[in-house]
């Protein structure tokens, strides 16, 4: 008989800044969309955690999300995220009260199938998906959404490129929500999944820093809520290998009725 | 056709796989495809490197100390330190095209049975990368040589 050797847990080993930040429905990756990297610093020998904060202040409305993340030997990411999405004013005008906030859970799994960010010749290939509960039914019901709960499915390819610093990631996204959920899913218009681009390049100034560009394209599902794509251009700096700070300026466009919806976003992850 | 025939047997015959300070290895075909990744082409990377005195110094500094490193060090146990310094600068020195040929082992078999992890291969991928910072050689530099080495982690890596 065989003997079975129970291999022990590596502790650490992941490359800086290879486990990307958190991105705002928490899975790992850029900040707008996911990468095709598993949460935390470990290798295929160890189990890594995340844990991230994140505000946007945009224009007439501020964002925050909290969350963390588990990733199994650099092949499986388990992700939970609250996300908190305060209206202001604008609560106020749309008749739901000053400071109105939704509020979203997101579950998240994600598996990288393939390849790998840094060494193969194959580019990180992962497949995902994002179960999402918006805390707000009744209301999100109330401007047309069809449903206060929705799944997301993805696959994304990131690889990080050596040979000219550059990072790049694509996501595909079969998805039905308004405004990442935060409006519901499903609305008057369409109640039928649609398919959505996201990507992300990166340009790696330092071993510890990189500074690039995203995009995210976005369904548009409700008739009294135009919804655009989003942008952001940011800058990572991996302060040590447990502490990675993002700032990036983004451009939300119309968000529940109010155009020009610009403004930044910070980020703080730590990883083990 | 004897005659002619003779010199070169005689330089294959005399191809060290091991050269004097060295322990002797199970011979093995001298190929500069060993190296595992093509040379760059022009010297731009050779210079950026600061040459073959450049490149000696990194690859020194490298293995000394990954040899003392609390992470990586036990690799290097018991390891041929004179022979690695000597084959890992002419692999080196081969891919940043500087002037030399490989005469090492290929990947694999270089590193059989060392029980090498991705982690262990990342740490000396840090080292690398803080001793190419030490001595001065630009990020993107730095870089465009990682991604030579990077696809070897397949060989490399055996656990």
């Known amino acids: 008989m065989t003997p079975i050797h129970a291999k022990e847990l590596r502790n650490g080993g992941k490359l800086l800044l290879t486990n990307g930040i ?88 994600k598996v990288r199938v393939a390849g790998d960010l840094v060494y193969d010749r194959l580019p990180a290939i992962a497949v995902g998906a994002q179960y999402k509960h918006n805390r707000n039914g009744p209301v999100v019901r109330a401007i047309g959404a069809q449903h206060d709960s929705g799944v997301d499915y993805y696959a994304s390819a990131s690889k990080l490129l050596l040979g000219q610093s550059i990072l790049a990631s694509g996501t595909v996204r079969l998805t039905k929500a308004n405004q990442m959920g935060i409006l519901g899913y499903g609305g008057d218009k369409s109640d039928a999944y649609s398919v959505q681009f996201e990507g992300s390049l990166g340009w790696q100034v330092s071993r510890r820093m990189a500074v690039g560009a995203e995009y995210r394209s976005k369904p548009d599902k409700l008739s009294i809520a135009r919804e655009d794509d989003w942008y952001d251009i940011f800058a990572v700096y991996a302060i040590n290998r447990h502490l990675t700070a993002t700032a990036a300026y983004t ?21 083990f | 056709m004897t005659v002619s025939l003779f010199p070169l047997l ?110 262990d291969m990342n740490r000396m991928v840090e080292i690398l990368q803080a001793v190419m ?27």
């Not at chain 1, 020998?45 to 007439?60: K, M, N, P, Q, Y």
């Not at chain 2, 030490?134 to 890596?157: C, K, T, W, Y």
């Open chain 2, 10 to 119: 005689l330089l294959a015959q005399a191809t060290p796989y091991a050269v004097p300070g060295e322990t002797a290895v199970t011979p093995y075909v001298v190929d500069d495809a060993n190296a595992a990744a093509r040379p760059f082409v022009g010297d731009d990377i050779a210079r950026a490197f600061g040459g073959q005195d450049g490149i000696r110094r990194i690859v020194d500094r490298l293995i000394d100390k990954s040899h003392n490193d609390p992470v990586i060090g036990e690799i290097f146990v018991s390891h041929d330190m004179v022979r690695l310094k000597r084959t890992l600068f002419e692999q080196f020195c081969y891919i940043l095209n500087a002037g030399c040929s490989y005469s090492g082992r290929d990947m694999k078999a270089s590193h059989k049975d060392l029980g090498i992890q991705h982690a």
């Open chain 1, 22 to 109: 958190t991105s705002l429905e928490g899975a790992s990756g850029g900040g707008l969309t996911p990468w095709a990297v598993i949460a935390g610093n470990e290798t295929r020998d160890g189990i890594g955690l995340s844990a991230h904060a994140t505000l946007v202040e945009l224009r007439d409305y501020d964002y925050r999300s909290v969350g963390a993340a588990v990733g199994l030997f650099d092949r499986v990411e388990l992700s939970i995220a609250r996300q908190r999405f305060n209206t202001r004013e604008i609560g106020a005008l749309l008749g739901l009260g000053r400071d109105y906030a939704f509020e979203q859970d997101i579950v998240g799994a």
């Open chain 2, 133 to 159: 910072r030490e001595q001065g050689i630009s990020f993107p530099a730095q870089n465009r040589l990682l991604s030579r080495l990077a696809p070897m982690r397949h060989d490399v890596v055996e656990r």
């Open chain 1, 251 to 271: 451009d939300l466009g119309s968000i529940a009725t109010v155009k020009d919806q610009r403004g930044v976003l910070f980020s703080l992850q730590t990883a």
